[in-house]
């Protein structure tokens, strides 16, 4: 069975300081990813999908990046973290070939607090 | 116009009550339409999935959609403290690929009150 596991579920982080939020995803392969971050009251905003090894879109400009160095690896990244960074970041994936639900599969998020 | 419109909420009901959740949506190409359950500080897991329009059961779920009126509802009959958590309508067009993405509604808050 397929299963997504992101980490760290809890950080706080200084003002100026790097990112790296991490997503695998098991038992599945080419999957399409997803970063998204989700603040309260305001619903889940896509950050980044990406459809395999190398290849990121990103759908809104901002200080944070991601990247995929191997398959069913996603990260989220930022060189100097802003206080408007803070939030609920979460990874999600689907299949390439879209069978079932179509619907995306949600890791169990980081709470990101930017001090 | 937001593509997707969802009332935040929050919603309490007693134990036992049928709580009817709701989402309305612009884009006529819309096809399949989800309902996602989020507890406090976890992500939201899939509830629902319907194609089109028609209802759908599981348990004391149900998922109706009516694609005439761009408006999609999650029925939760004898409702549970369990029940409690942000419920997210989510919604894309035909279509593979990631670029054809989902589309979240703002979720609704609902609290069961035992």
């Known amino acids: 069975s397929q299963t997504i596991h992101q980490w760290p579920a809890t950080l706080v982080q200084p003002v100026g300081s790097p990112l790296s939020l991490e997503c695998t995803v098991e038992g599945t392969s080419n999957p399409n990813l997803y970063w998204y971050r989700q603040a309260a009251g305001r619903g889940l905003q896509l950050l980044f999908y990406?459809?395999?090894?190398?290849?990121i879109s990103s759908e809104v400009p901002q200080n944070l990046s991601a990247s995929r160095p191997q398959d069913r690896q996603f990260i989220l990244s930022s060189k100097k973290l802003l206080l408007s960074d803070s939030g609920f970041y979460l990874c999600?994936?689907?299949?390439?070939?879209?069978?079932?639900?179509?619907?995306?599969?949600f890791g169990s998020g980081t709470r990101l607090t930017v001090v | 116009q937001k593509e997707v419109e969802q009332d935040p909420g929050p919603l309490s009901v007693p134990e036992g009550a049928i709580v009817s959740l709701n989402c309305t949506y612009s884009n006529s190409a819309f096809q399949y339409f989800m309902w996602y359950r989020q507890y406090s500080r976890k992500g939201p897991e899939l509830l629902m999935y319907t194609y089109s329009s028609g209802n759908k059961e599981d348990g004391r779920f149900t998922a109706q959609v009516d694609k005439s009126s761009k408006y999609i509802s999650l029925f939760i009959r004898d409702s549970q403290p369990s029940d409690s958590a942000t419920y997210l309508c989510a919604m894309r067009s035909q279509g593979g690929g990631a670029t054809n993405k989902l589309i979240f509604g703002t979720g609704t808050l609902l609290a069961v009150q035992p």
């Open positions: 999600a994936w689907r299949p390439l070939s879209g069978t079932g639900s179509n619907g995306y599969t």
């Open positions: 990406s459809v395999g090894i190398g290849q």
